[in-house]
């Protein structure tokens, strides 16, 4: 069935759900996992809707900060799955949006199925603040299987 499930995490209470459904899946079916976590693209803080010329950090600092992130959450998957007897590989990528960051990093390693969290927003607050997670599941061409 399933061999290599690709599991976005962002190191919140409701990702760490889907990496732990992903890990239990992955050891039932004898499969491997790939952990992703995107970083957004340095941007210049806003002030107003016009960008303020004083930078808060700086690129660098900005990159070394959110790799350092990525490694400990990346870090805690690995554990886990090690824990389970699970082969984890681990993925950082910078991407404007994480939905198109998370389909092309499941289709480049191979996957063949993603399992991600979904927030479950309705509504307005759906429509507005968009879904990673319908996003995923509407330009993937692999199987999403969406955690709660």
């Known amino acids: 069935m399933f061999k290599h499930i690709l599991v976005p995490t962002d190191g919140s209470d409701l990702s760490l ?3 732990r459904t992903a890990i239990q899946l992955a050891k039932g079916l004898g ?3 790939t952990a992703l976590h995107a970083i957004a693209p340095y941007q210049l803080p806003l002030a107003d809707g016009v960008y303020a010329y004083v930078e808060a950090f700086s690129p660098e600092e900005y990159e070394r900060a959110s790799k350092q992130r990525a490694a400990e959450i ?5 554990g886990e799955a090690k824990a389970a007897g699970v082969e984890c590989t681990p993925l950082v990528v910078t991407t404007g949006a994480p939905w198109d960051g998370i389909v092309k990093a499941a289709e480049s390693a191979g996957c063949d199925l ?12 759906g429509f507005l603040l968009g879904s ?9 061409k692999l199987p999403v299987m969406a955690c709660r």
């Open 114 to 125: 993603i399992v991600m969290a979904s927030h479950g927003r309705k509504g307005l607050a």
């Open 132 to 140: 990673e997670t319908h996003k995923v599941l509407t330009h993937s």
């Open 74 to 78: 990346l870090a805690a998957v690995q």
């Open 31 to 33: 499969a491997r996992i």
């Open 17 to 19: 759900k889907a990496v």
